[in-house]
């Protein structure tokens, strides 16, 4: 057979798995070709195909929560504009609250709401990463409604 109609789970006693595989961020496609220290290392336990231990999987799917988390956030308050809320926070906080115009009352009451929505993407994310089982869909937006 050709490499690319095998579908061995070992060659020359070296387990394979074909289909799609990410290493660093990078997707590739075809076979994953590791030693059993390599599997190991990887946090995988032994078998005829590498598989996750769970551990594994549970630190992917929180890191994937906190990402789609990350990714939210900044949909709502790019980082520019969190420095610019914070630098706003600090000035006004030194001038005292009485000492305020009503237009930087208004700014305040506009960066709270605004924080306000980033504190219920957080705790929407700490919220599935404590879920048992962590659903497969963690874009779904009703996890973060």
Not at 18 to 28: E, N, P
Not at 120 to 138: G, K, M, Q, V
């Amino acid at each position: 057979m050709s490499d690319e109609t095998e579908s061995a789970e070992t060659k020359a006693g070296v387990p394979q798995q074909s289909g799609h595989h990410a290493y660093d961020g990078v997707s590739y496609k075809g076979y994953f070709v590791a030693t059993q220290d390599q599997i190991a290392q990887l946090g995988y336990t032994s078998g005829e195909a590498p598989v996750p231990a769970p551990a594994v999987v549970l630190s992917q799917k929180c890191a994937a929560i906190k990402a789609e988390a990350a990714r939210r956030i900044l949909a709502i308050c790019p980082e520019w504009k969190q420095r610019n809320l914070t630098a706003q926070a600090a000035i006004l906080a030194e001038k005292g609250r009485s000492q305020w115009t009503a237009g930087e009352l208004d700014a305040w009451t506009a960066g709270a709401a605004l924080w306000a929505q980033v504190a219920a993407i957080r705790a929407a994310s700490d919220t599935l990463e404590a879920t048992d089982p962590i659903p497969d869909d963690i874009t779904d937006d009703t996890h973060w409604a």
